[in-house]
């Protein structure tokens, strides 16, 4: 019973999403509590449902489970951040992602997993993770850049109101920026040991525009932690950097298309 | 039995009367006293900037006349204090402190600042206040959390220093433990950085054209006075900046200040210009990370917060009106008892004077046949209390006991504490 759960999170996803942007349309802000509480329902219900996944091969798993963990990073910037304004992102997007991939389906594409070997399980998921990492450095950067923008306009609308303060969003965007990028390198070389132990074959383009995305986002970390750009700066630097990892997958994508894989 | 509130506020009288009937703490429970020995049996003094309010439990007559009294000696000039006074009693009284701990009878509606003062007039009058209005205030800051925390009436900043607390809040992650710089020592100025600094934001400078009066709002805040002159070097360090001087033309213009900023490191810098004309050149605005309010900016937020807050009025008035009406029905129920006990002695006094004059007539009964008289007495007097015990007691519990209270008082004569 993979599809159930996954629909009940989709469920859930769409009321936190709903909760998220009701303000924005002038209603009066959901509770903390509703507000934090839908998403984590949602979180464990699908956390049962990409539990049963017979794969996690294919775009279908990886776009679900991509869903989770930006669901999963929104829960914990509210809880930690009080950013819930990170959900006008990740709301959207994870309902949408889920969606997505329960249209493409969770039918196996490959071998169960169950069958797979756990270095590839693990390859697979903290790749995942990190690159929500990433998008949420994204998130907080446009966040930022928003807020900066109404800001600097003296505009004191919603976004003013429910974004929260610019240096919050700073430090968001600081800290899912410098986790997000180790995590994704760890990813990359569990990848490189999955290659290496038969698991997975990688083609030289994909080696080739990986590095470079990777160089791209290690330049946005450094000018971060070596050179302390903060605020617009830092936040043009991270959207680029997120921008280089989607136009580089699009590219790949279009170069080999087909669901059987991720990349 | 009763609740009343005398006083003045806002809306009855100019801020040069209230400023004269303000009480500091210490002078509360003299007042107070004075007040309790005219006769009431419980006085609680609500006194800030814009109100002072006498709660008083079960006033006598007299009571009254002495709360003028006090006020109309603060006042001065032979004026009597009850032209500017207003009072209220029982459910009124009641409803009238509730909407005053809820922010709903503020000048700045739903500002919070007044829960600490009902709370600090009600510990300050806590030895003289007495069960009922001890049960009042506490009941009314409960009231006025529950109005924060249900409805909007608390959200947003609605007055020009508080928009500029909000502007700066959306700008750094916490308030507590910035620095400003304070531009000018007039009220305004004065006012605004008290606002930030009960948020926790640390006044290091406070600058203005001449340096005495700069020095005594420095040395109030625990900050550093300065001559406006040497306060340019310090934007690069202070982490808002607010300003509200006298002078007729722009005092923080680019060449004094671009040079300190540009040594900031990227660090935000708000500065919040709340002098009339602007003491800030708007051009500042154009550095990167600097956000640059004016006054016209805040009062822009603060309409917005205002507009926002009234739309709650409703709903912050029906938690009113249903938590008065859970008072009274406590309150009508803490006094049925005693006087349904004195109805009932007062009543069986009767029956027994009335059955020893009839049995005294009736000498030939036997002892069985006088105590079956007895015991009928008993009976009738039980079965003519039963339909008016229950009625008070429902009414009592349904918030409408004390009109039946007083009409059973007056019916039967039960006012005895105020016999002589």
Not at chain 2, 55 to 81: C, K, N, Q, T
Request: neutral net charge; hydrophobic residues 50%.
């Amino acid at each position: 019973m993979v599809l159930v759960p996954h629909l009940i999170a989709l469920g859930l996803y769409a009321v936190a999403t709903a909760l998220v942007l009701a303000p924005f349309a002038g209603l009066r802000p959901a509770p903390r509590a509703l507000g934090l509480g839908v998403p984590l329902l949602g979180i464990a219900a699908h956390v049962i449902g990409v539990a049963r996944l017979p794969s996690f091969l294919g775009v279908a798993p990886t776009l679900s489970m991509l869903a989770l963990f930006l669901v999963a990073l929104q829960a914990a910037s509210e809880g930690l951040f009080r950013a819930s304004a990170v959900g006008v992102f990740t709301g959207p997007l994870a309902t949408g992602l889920l969606g997505l991939a329960l249209l493409i389906g969770l039918a196996p594409e490959g071998p169960p997993a169950s069958e797979r070997g756990a270095w590839s399980i693990l390859h697979i998921t903290v790749s995942v993770f990190g690159l929500a990492m990433l998008a949420l450095a994204f998130i907080a950067a446009a966040l930022y850049l928003l807020q900066f923008h109404e800001l600097k306009a003296k505009r004191f609308g919603p976004v003013f109101r429910l974004f929260p303060p610019l240096e919050r969003l700073d430090q968001l965007n600081h800290l899912s920026l410098v986790l997000g990028f180790p995590t994704v390198t760890l990813g990359v070389l569990l990848g490189f040991g999955v290659q290496y132990a038969g698991g997975a074959s990688v083609d030289a383009a994909q080696v080739v525009w990986g590095m470079l995305t990777w160089a791209v986002l290690g330049w946005a970390v450094g000018v971060r932690v070596v050179r302390h750009w903060a605020g617009r700066r830092a936040a043009f630097a991270s959207i680029a950097s997120f921008t280089a990892v989607l136009l580089v997958y699009v590219a790949l994508k279009l170069a080999a298309p087909g669901t059987q894989r991720f990349l | 039995m009763s609740i009343t509130v005398l006083g003045v506020n806002h809306r009855t009288a100019p801020l040069e009367v209230r400023e004269r009937f303000a009480h500091e703490r210490r002078e509360v429970p003299a007042s107070l006293e004075r007040v309790l020995a005219a006769g009431a049996r419980g006085g609680v003094l609500l006194s800030t900037c814009n109100r002072t309010e006498f709660y008083l439990a079960e006033p006598d007559e007299a009571v009254p006349e002495a709360v003028w009294a006090i006020l109309s000696e603060r006042l001065g000039g032979g004026r009597s204090a009850s032209e500017y006074g207003y009072t209220q009693r029982d459910r009124d009284a009641v409803r009238h402190l509730y909407r005053v701990s809820s922010g709903l009878d503020a000048i700045i509606l739903g500002e919070s600042q007044i829960q600490g003062q009902v709370r600090d007039a009600w510990e300050t009058s806590k030895a003289q206040a007495g069960p009922v209005l001890h049960r009042l205030f506490q009941s009314a800051l409960l009231v006025g959390a529950r109005v924060r925390s249900e409805t909007g009436l608390a959200t947003g900043a609605a007055s020009a220093p508080s928009a500029a607390v909000a502007v700066a809040a959306r700008i750094f992650t916490r308030l507590a433990g910035r620095s400003a710089l304070i531009l000018g020592a007039g009220d305004m100025a004065e006012l605004a950085a008290t606002c930030l600094a009960s948020e926790g934001v640390r006044v290091t400078v406070v600058a203005n054209r001449t340096y005495e009066r700069a020095r005594a709002i420095a040395e109030q805040l625990g900050a550093r006075a300065l001559t406006l002159d040497e306060a340019w070097e310090h934007f690069a360090q202070a982490d808002i900046v607010l300003s509200s001087t006298a002078a007729p033309h722009a005092v923080v213009t680019w060449d004094r200040v671009a040079p300190a900023i540009a040594r900031r490191g990227g660090r935000p810098l708000c500065i919040l210009d709340l002098g009339l004309p602007r003491d800030v050149e708007p051009a500042i605005a154009q550095l990167e990370n600097v956000f640059l309010y004016d006054i016209d900016d805040l009062q822009a937020v603060a309409a917005q917060a205002a507009v926002e807050r009234r739309r709650d009025i409703p709903a912050a008035e029906r938690i009113v009106s249903e938590e008065v009406e859970r008072f009274w029905a406590w309150y009508g129920g803490l006094v049925v008892v005693p006087v349904l006990k004195e109805f009932r002695e007062r009543l069986d006094q009767v029956r027994a004077a009335e059955l020893e004059r009839t049995l005294r007539r009736l000498s030939h009964l036997s002892p069985d046949d006088r105590e079956e008289m007895e015991h009928f007495s008993h009976s009738l007097l039980n079965k003519f209390l039963h339909q008016p015990t229950i009625a008070l007691k429902e009414a009592a519990q349904a918030g409408r006991g004390y009109g039946l209270l007083e009409a059973l008082k007056r019916l039967f004569g039960l006012e005895r504490r105020d016999e002589p």
